[in-house]
């Protein structure tokens, strides 16, 4: 996308609290925060601050634990100098935690446990990472819906994957033995009512084990409920992540009648045939080797730039 592209406020800098030009759902992991280091850039903290600052909303829309977003994202968005009367969305875990924030601090956060795994099956998948991962991997303590284990920073990543191969295959037969029916890409085990609720997600990371009704799209409608709550009906969207499953946010916005682009920062992994506009490090005159955190960054500057924020 190009600074031409982003629609123009009728004042540079003035905030629309009711209509804003633009609306930013963004994925975390990869777009935000890099996989490497887990951690996002002082440059995009302060593009993301200056963005909310001039009335655009900024929503996250992440598999990532309120804790995560509280300390790699909120405490230093809140360090950068959040405006008093801007209000910062997080919707987490895949839709089944949300919560918001200003520069007061965090609001209460909120769960819908009926999404959530079962707590027994928690606890044993916390032991099979202890007893038979904790090399490669460790038990994700701040999740409040799903279950969740992720790659030791210094583990190389073609290590990590292999071993993920590992677990998964162990989280799946857990599931069998808790009489769970669960799904891991193409592979289905129902239970024994022939139904299927939970799935076994991996990413380049991690593994997520979740209910089937998690997802991308639930969190972007998650995001419309907290912006509507407000008064505020963006006149357009732009969904940013960084894998297939991402697509589901523009899915549910363009199905749903929300004008919106989406954001692809590793394209590589193939882009599908949508209804609606895709872009990538390309439409910003950049080459196919800028991903992740770079690409994202440099698409929340030139939204920063056009909107004169």
Not at 110 to 135: K, T
Not at 180 to 198: C, E, M, N, Q
Not at 260 to 277: C, I, L, S, T
Not at 278 to 306: K, Q
Request: aromatic share 6%.
């Amino acid at each position: 996308m190009t600074a031409s592209e982003a629609p123009a406020m009728s004042v540079p800098g003035t905030r629309l609290p009711s209509t804003p030009p633009l609306a930013l759902l963004l994925d975390v992991d990869g777009p935000i925060a890099s996989p490497v280091t887990r951690d996002v850039k002082p440059e995009i903290i302060g593009d993301l601050v200056s963005l909310a600052a001039a009335g655009i909303p900024v929503i996250f829309n992440t598999g990532r634990s309120d804790a995560f977003i509280r300390e790699q994202v909120m405490e230093p968005m809140l360090a950068a100098g959040i405006p008093d009367g801007t209000v910062i969305h997080a919707v987490c875990e895949k839709g089944a935690v949300w919560f918001s924030y200003s520069a007061a601090g965090p609001g209460p956060v909120h769960v819908d446990r009926e999404l959530a795994v079962p707590a027994a099956y928690g606890d044993d998948i916390r032991r099979l990472v202890a007893e038979d991962y904790s090399a490669h991997m460790f038990f994700d303590e701040t999740k409040r819906a799903m279950v969740s284990v992720e790659q030791h920073i210094e583990v190389a990543s073609a290590e990590y994957l292999a071993e993920q191969k590992l677990f998964d295959a162990d989280a799946m037969e857990l599931m069998a033995r808790h009489g769970l029916g669960v799904v891991r890409l193409d592979h289905h085990a129902p239970d024994s009512d022939d139904g299927v609720d939970y799935r076994v997600d991996p990413t380049i990371i991690s593994t997520d084990i979740e209910s089937v009704r998690l997802g991308k799209d639930l969190g972007a409608s998650r995001a419309v409920e907290l912006l509507a709550a407000q008064g505020i009906t963006p006149e357009a969207w732009r969904t940013v992540g960084d894998s297939r499953t991402d697509y589901a946010m523009a899915d549910w916005l363009h199905h749903n009648d929300h004008p919106v682009k989406h954001v692809d920062v590793r394209p590589a992994d193939g882009v599908p045939e949508k209804p609606y506009d895709i872009l990538t490090a390309r439409d910003l005159g950049l080459s196919d080797s800028v991903i992740h955190d770079d690409a994202g960054g440099a698409f929340l500057r030139s939204w920063r730039e056009a909107l004169g924020a």
